[in-house]
């Protein structure tokens, strides 16, 4: 079993900021990836930014130079650091791992938080 929880969402006006976390618990052995995506509502749930364990990162276009992720590999956390929010960076996001449950094991397998809102007023 694998539980990740998601903090930090929130309202905030259109330029201000905000720090999500994301916590990934339970039997861990490793975690290769871990991201952040965003659902709106209607709208299908997209890739926000993602960290591998070796430092490598990837963003969304429309979050590039705004949005920063990092990781803590000892604690098994992830965060997000959202600057210059705008109305459109509206939604629910999630974090997301992929997780070896134990050293044995040959593949990582996808886990989901519930997700945090994050609301953007203009």
């Known amino acids: 079993q694998v539980q990740l929880v998601e903090s930090g969402g929130g309202l905030v006006q259109a330029g201000g900021s905000l720090r999500l976390s994301c916590a990934a618990s339970?039997?861990?052995?490793?975690?290769?990836?871990m991201g952040w995506y965003r659902q709106a509502p209607g709208k299908q749930r997209e890739l926000v930014a993602t960290?591998?364990?070796?430092?490598?990162?990837n963003y969304a276009d429309s979050v590039k130079g705004r949005f920063t992720i990092s990781r803590d590999n000892t604690k098994n956390n992830v965060y997000l650091q959202m600057n210059s929010l705008k109305p459109e960076d509206t939604a629910r996001y999630y974090c997301?791992?992929?997780?070896?449950?134990?050293?044995?094991?040959?593949?990582?397998?996808?886990?989901w938080g519930q997700g945090t809102q994050v609301t953007v007023s203009s």
């Open positions: 997301n791992a992929g997780v070896k449950a134990y050293y044995t094991n040959t593949y990582y397998s996808s886990h």
């Open positions: 339970g039997t861990i052995f490793s975690i290769n990836v």
């Open positions: 960290a591998t364990s070796g430092g490598s990162t």
